[in-house]
């Protein structure tokens, strides 16, 4: 069947360069922003509600600079949070598909326009993500989302059975019956936002619940969909205590579904309190979520030596490690590691990291006191280790900033520690490989993690790519091929893991939106038959 909407395109990267009118404006905006200390509140059918517990709200890199003072809802809050999501659910979802969508098209333009820079200032500030990790996540990944989403509805609603004479059928995507929970994570902006609008493109109604951390940026976010008519109640934005506030929602019998992107363990326990509570939901509740990741990067002998040396610096140190796609272990042929280890060592040595308004940085600060200290645990226990040794980077200084340097780490063991936990951070772990043991590191490399996100391989020889992508199979999710294993893009590489990564339900595609929705066959007969006879039944 033709596409009767018209197909978007990702939203072009801005570069930023010097006296280009986007770095003008965001260096005003990030002024701007630095020298304000705002009130971030519960957005709750439509009204702010103040809380009676705060937490102010600093930049990583800068931790004495207040950005914002935090208001927690609580349990009351999150009840009004889910009366006022039902209450808002019917209208909502009498609306038409095409209405809907004029929220979210009008939400992405603004974005692209007066609302980009305020919103990459924020992210950078309370983020720490440098001014280009900003824009290919506060603004153009969440433009596409916003976009791009509205593109796959309207081709899951072209998703028609086939009519028979006199039969006309035909598929309602219904909304799930009740609220949609969003629970959503630091690193990225545009995570946060579309794990809260893709169940509400759908007809379905949300509690979003975003991490403290990235505060800031979530509610100017939700300050966005409703300058774009987003109606009361669709999205109620509920900070606060997440094991508070996730007890209403899980027990709640309209609990619906969940939307999660955080991690392992979390959702571990999310997952469990919903299978105790199976019995008094009205009905089984959706549970979409990505979690953790330890993520590859397998060269085979014929790599190209430059081109992996920079994935595994861009992989492994753009935005301080702090993806869930973030190259974390790095298996290199001997043949090749002495050239690739110069290279690694080289470039990381020149990365610059610090405050994230100065444009000449590569790096900014971990996101917080808690992360810092785990990271640095793993760095310092490194040190003492006669398996590892650490060969650049590995300082770690928190006076001003939560700041650790990138680190590699070449480790002898292949089951070492730091190529099995998640570390979520600028920490790379290299094991070097024989180069006749290529089969047996196939293996290894499927085998050593829990997780399946993302992983690459780099090679030369084409036989050598069809191996590694047969023998990892299942190994990831978003699988790449001479390409860090970071960075997949709305509508080109939809994205999540299995294993211990997640449900991979694939955001960015339609995939993710059919979990929305409780589809209805309908089907209309023009002559309903009048005798219950058969003719086999005749003589």
């Given at each position: 069947m033709a596409n009767s909407y018209p197909i978007s395109g990702n939203e072009p990267v801005l570069n930023y360069a010097?006296?280009?009118?986007?770095?003008?404006?965001?260096?005003?905006?990030l002024t701007a922003q630095k020298n304000a200390c705002r009130d971030i509140p519960a957005v709750v059918n439509g009204q702010s509600l103040y809380g009676r517990t705060t937490t102010p709200v600093r930049?990583?890199?800068?931790?004495?600079?207040?950005?914002?003072?935090?208001?927690?809802?609580?349990?009351?809050?999150?009840?009004?949070?889910?009366?006022?999501?039902?209450?808002?659910?019917?209208?909502?979802s009498n609306w038409s598909l095409q209405e809907r969508s004029a929220v979210f098209e009008k939400a992405a333009d603004l974005l692209a326009g007066p609302w980009r820079a305020r919103m990459n200032a924020a992210t950078m500030l309370g983020q720490s993500k440098t001014c280009y990790q900003a824009e290919i996540d506060s603004a153009c990944e969440l433009i596409d989302f916003l976009r791009l989403n509205v593109q796959f509805a309207h081709e899951i609603a072209q998703m028609q059975p086939?009519?028979?004479?006199?039969?006309?059928?035909?598929?309602?995507?219904?909304?799930?019956e009740g609220f949609v929970y969003a629970v959503t994570p630091f690193n990225f902006t545009a995570i946060g936002g579309n794990l809260a609008i893709a169940p509400a493109l759908m007809g379905n109604t949300v509690l979003w619940k975003p991490a403290a951390t990235a505060s800031l940026s979530n509610y100017l976010f939700m300050e966005l969909l409703e300058a774009a008519g987003l109606p009361p109640g669709v999205i109620n934005f509920v900070p606060g205590d997440p094991v508070e506030i996730s007890n209403v929602a899980l027990n709640h019998a309209a609990l619906a579904g969940v939307h999660f992107t955080g991690s392992t363990a979390v959702f571990d326990s999310m997952w469990g309190e919903v299978g105790r509570n199976i019995a008094r939901y009205r009905a089984y509740p959706r549970l979409v979520g990505e979690t953790g990741g330890k993520d590859f990067v397998l060269a085979h002998r014929s790599a190209d030596v430059d081109a992996l040396a920079v994935a595994l610096v861009r992989g492994a140190f753009e935005y301080q490690g702090q993806k869930c796609s973030a190259a974390s272990r790095a298996y290199i042929p001997a043949s090749l590691w002495p050239a690739v280890k110069t290279r690694?060592?080289?470039?990381?040595?020149?990365?610059?990291?610090?405050?994230?308004?100065d444009f000449a940085n590569f790096m900014g600060a971990v996101i917080d006191k808690r992360a810092f200290d785990r990271i640095r645990s793993y760095i310092y226990r490194a040190r003492e280790d006669a398996q590892a040794e650490v060969l650049v980077g590995g300082q770690c200084d928190d006076r001003s900033g939560y700041f650790i340097e990138p680190t590699v780490i070449e480790v002898k063991d292949a089951r070492h520690a730091l190529m099995e936990n998640e570390i979520f951070g600028p920490v790379l772990a290299v094991y070097v490989y024989q180069d006749s043991q290529w089969d047996e590191v196939l293996q290894l490399v499927d085998g050593t993690s829990a997780y399946a996100l993302t992983g690459a391989v780099f090679a030369s020889e084409r036989a050598a790519i069809q191996q590694a992508g047969q023998a990892l199979r299942f190994a990831a999710g978003n699988f790449y091929i001479n390409d860090k294993p970071t960075g997949a893009v709305v509508g080109q590489q939809p994205f999540g893991g299995?294993?211990?990564?997640?449900?991979?339900?694939?955001?960015?595609?339609a995939l993710n939106l059919l979990r929305w929705v409780s589809p209805r066959t309908v089907k209309e007969t023009s002559a309903p038959p009048h005798?219950?006879?058969?003719?086999?039944?005749?003589?």
């Open positions: 010097p006296r280009s009118p986007e770095r003008e404006a965001l260096r005003a905006e930049a990583p890199h800068d931790h004495e600079r207040v950005l914002a003072n935090l208001y927690h809802g609580d349990r009351e809050t999150c009840s009004a949070a889910i009366d006022a999501a039902l209450a808002a659910q019917r209208e909502w086939r009519h028979a004479p006199g039969v006309r059928n035909r598929t309602e995507y219904r909304p799930l690694l060592v080289a470039m990381v040595k020149s990365i610059k990291m610090g405050d994230v308004c299995a294993r211990r990564s997640g449900t991979n339900d694939k955001a960015g595609s005798d219950y006879t058969y003719a086999h039944m005749n003589k």
